[in-house]
């Protein structure tokens, strides 16, 4: 058993969104950490090792941050995963802190999940387009506009926008429950990717309301180069985030969450593909598939704006010194406004359920209610 504690730092409750340019793409990259030479790379990962036993402590990774973290969070018996995994994964772990690597929204989830348990990520000012995109105020003005509206949001929102949502959804488990909702005749107001919500729409032929937010790393992928850049490997396979914008899925073999992109390229027998993702998710790709070539899908090109060249600058921000300073300082705590937890927690449990009950092969339509029903 862990006999100590890391030391709990008292703040008052912050805002979970961080007010517009506090940490725009720019300040993101300016503070990547540098990488650290072999030797700090080496005493870091031990320093880590140990803290996580002292502390009682294990890791939740993103297959987005560096592949330090994800290797390090799976050979100490935490994560690397997608963002329904973590949330499901950090939940039913029993340790007592959780160290978070990826986003804030990530770390929110996990502390509205599990409240008793500590949550510390590496920089809080990791945020991510489609959160700061969606601000309460105006996405709850937008809800109470449409009443008669199911309202499904996407993981990457702040708790506020979660606590005022009817059901959560991630990429690998969207099309799944818009389809169980429209089954069940509900009309969807649906926050914050238009990119993806466009997708789940075409595929579901569902009634959605769409907010206007984007991922900035998705958003960038460029079909018109995609197309080139096929001609150039006749053989490979398209793999596409359903964050990216309708003509480069338009181009794909095939669409999915994080999760989704590494089961396709396990499963498709090619031997090249051409990856529309946050390059983080290449490291995973390689070290599952040794005979298989990855190739980056274009950003560059006519309009291009490289804000982020196809890694998420707020993904990058995560560092083993980072980790190593959370556990030993106990700072950058996750804090949720606890008056919060109880309504944002509400559609998490529904996915989660939900996404249970599917890979039971249980009924899960059968948790939608239909319209009108208690
Ligand atoms: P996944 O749920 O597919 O891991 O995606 C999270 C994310 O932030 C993608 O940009
Ligand atoms: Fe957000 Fe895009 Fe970064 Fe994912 S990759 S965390 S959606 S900005």
Redesign the pocket.
């Known amino acids: 058993m862990p006999t100590s504690s890391i030391p709990v730092i008292d703040v008052e409750y912050e805002q979970p969104q961080p007010a517009a340019g506090v940490c725009s793409t720019r300040h993101a990259w300016a503070r990547v950490p540098p990488e650290p030479s072999p030797e700090e790379r080496a005493a870091l990962k031990d320093r880590i090792r140990r803290l996580l036993k002292e502390y009682d402590a294990v890791m939740v990774s ?3 941050v560096h592949p330090d973290l994800q290797d390090l969070a799976e050979e100490t018996g935490g994560i690397v995963s ?3 995994e973590m949330a499901r994964f950090g939940h039913q772990h029993p340790a007592r802190t959780l160290v978070v690597s990826g ?1 804030r929204f990530m770390g929110e989830t996990a502390k509205i999940l599990s409240p008793e348990k500590r949550v510390l990520m590496p920089d809080l000012d990791a945020t ?1 387009s489609l959160d700061l995109g969606c601000p309460i105020d105006a996405f709850s003005a937008f809800c109470d506009a449409h009443p008669d509206r199911t309202v499904v949001v996407y ?2 929102t702040s708790a506020a926008v979660k606590a005022r949502a009817d059901w959560l959804v ?3 488990c969207a099309l799944d429950i818009v389809r169980a909702l429209k089954d069940k005749g509900h009309k969807i107001l649906w926050a914050p990717d238009r990119h993806l919500g466009d997708y789940i729409q075409r595929e579901t032929g569902a009634d959605m309301l769409m907010w206007n937010g984007s ?1 900035i ?2 958003d960038e992928f460029k079909a018109f180069e995609l197309e080139l850049l096929k001609k150039q490997h006749p053989q490979a396979k398209v793999l596409v ?1 359903p ?1 990216s914008p309708a003509a480069v899925i338009a181009l794909a073999d095939a669409v999915g ?4 992109i590494l089961k396709a390229a396990q499963e498709l027998d090619a031997p090249e593909y051409i990856v529309a ?2 390059k983080g998710m290449m490291h995973k790709l390689r070290a599952l598939n040794p005979g298989k070539v990855f190739i980056e899908a274009p950003t560059a090109g006519y309009s291009a704006t490289c804000k982020s060249c196809a890694h ?1 600058p707020w993904m990058a921000m995560n560092s083993l010194a980072g980790v190593a300073h959370v556990l030993e300082t106990g700072a950058n705590e996750i804090r949720v406004d606890p008056a919060l937890i109880p309504r944002a927690r509400v559609p998490i449990d529904r996915m989660l359920a939900f996404t249970a009950a599917l890979k039971a092969g249980q009924p899960a339509g059968a948790l939608v209610p239909h319209l009108g029903a208690a």
Do not use: F, I, K, M
């Open positions: 993103h297959y987005y997608d963002s329904l986003v991510c993981a990457n991630t990429s690998s991922c790393v998705h985030h964050e969450s994080t999760s989704g993702t946050d998420c």
